[in-house]
């Protein structure tokens, strides 16, 4: 799949759209509006999941979209959360288990999958990871044996389009990447899934509606901080073997450092760059590394300074293979990346968001480290 913004640059190229931010507009409702960055737009930014905006044109990656000239247009908010904040991650009570999963089965990745051009896909140096990522050098997942996987999706007449991974974390929210949303809204969540393409999986999957997706306010499009969003599904789920939350890492548990450990990976789509795509989940196991060691291999990049202005600093989670080969890859952004805790659970480490490549020894994945306060905050007080 490729690259969330490369595909709206794409559409923007075909429509001819080459406005600057300050131009006058009309919005798709008809309104007389004025061309701004989508993040100084809140009227847009905080509707992303009911409508896609009339797109003006790009400063580099960034949409400037037609804002209403009834809407307010606020100064750019802070990439990085200031660290001197206090942040409520104290234990919510709850009424289900969390982080159970069926025991593991290795075993080799199945046939089902399709061909994908490779010539389509050739890396360049600037592709810092705006892809939709999934499993590479993954194995086919046991069914059930990851009950919190989740598939965002968009139905229509045609049926489902499945395009973004998500955490389950209660009975009735899903976590995933923000980035997931800009250029298609998710109106449906499956659960349970296994093989997407086989009714005879053997899984017990359901399709819940979307109700509300909540962004996570201080997203900048034009850097990589704070790519989280969190979907209210329409009723809370039945909590059963196949569909059950993940842990959160509330309290003691978020100041634990998990660099060194392993950490599993979860996701359909793309098994290598360019390469083949899964409808059958995947696991694959990473080792975590310092956010200082990815902050020093993507320094390199050339388009480092404006995607983190700031570093690579704790907000990021770090995960990758020392030799290469393992990693998430084009296909399912918003996966969730899980650790086990000193009781055996399954507790949520980050959600899959950016990377270079697919599998690269000198660049891992970077995921949103939910471990950080300000989004453990965050969560709290919208999943009530």
């Known amino acids: 799949m490729l690259t969330v913004f490369l595909v709206i640059l794409a559409t923007a190229a075909a429509l001819g759209l080459g406005q600057e931010v300050g131009d006058s507009c009309t919005t798709d ?29 790009f400063e580099g990656i960034v949409p400037i979209v037609c804002c209403p000239s009834t809407g307010d247009v606020i100064p750019k908010s802070p990439d990085v959360t200031p660290s001197s904040a206090t942040f409520d991650v104290s234990p919510p009570q709850v009424s289900f288990e969390c982080g159970i999963s069926r025991p593991r089965i290795i075993r080799k990745p199945e046939s089902s999958f399709r061909r994908r051009r490779s010539s389509s896909h050739s890396l360049h140096r600037g592709d810092v990871g705006r892809s939709k990522r999934s499993v590479v050098g993954g194995i086919t997942s046991k069914v059930d044996a990851w009950p919190w996987m989740t598939l965002l999706g ?23 990447a923000l980035h997931c949303f800009f250029d298609i809204t998710a109106n449906v969540v499956r659960l349970g899934e296994h093989d997407y393409n086989d009714n005879e999986d053997g899984a017990n999957h359901k399709d819940v509606k979307v109700a509300d997706v909540v962004l996570y306010p201080h997203f900048n499009p034009g850097t990589a901080y704070h790519d989280l969003a969190l979907l209210k599904l329409e009723s809370k789920v039945t909590i059963q073997r196949s569909i059950r939350p993940v842990c959160l890492p509330w309290g003691t548990e978020s100041e634990k450092n998990i660099t060194g450990e392993t950490a599993t990976l979860t996701g359909w789509g793309d098994t290598s760059f360019g390469g083949f795509s899964s409808s059958v989940l995947q ?31 704790q907000e990021t989670l770090c995960a990758g293979d020392p030799a290469g080969g393992r990693d998430a890859c084009q296909g399912d952004s918003g996966g969730p990346l899980v650790s086990k805790d000193a009781n055996g659970r399954f507790v949520l480490a980050g959600i899959v968001s950016r990377g270079y490549g697919c599998g690269h020894e000198d660049y891992p994945g970077l995921y949103a480290s939910i471990r950080h306060p300000p989004y453990l905050a965050w969560i709290k007080e919208n999943e009530k």
């Open 29 to 57: 409702s008809g309104e007389a509006g004025r061309c701004t960055n989508l993040q100084q737009c809140p009227s847009l930014h905080n509707t992303l999941s009911t409508h896609k905006p009339v797109t003006c044109g």
């Open 154 to 176: 968009k139905s229509s007449a045609g049926g489902n389009t499945w395009f973004c991974g998500g955490g389950l974390i209660n009975e009735q929210w899903v976590l995933s």
């Open 283 to 313: 696991e694959v196991d990473l080792v975590t590394f310092p956010s200082a060691q990815c902050d020093s291999s993507y320094s390199s990049l050339p388009h480092y300074a404006d995607t983190w202005p700031q570093g690579i600093g």
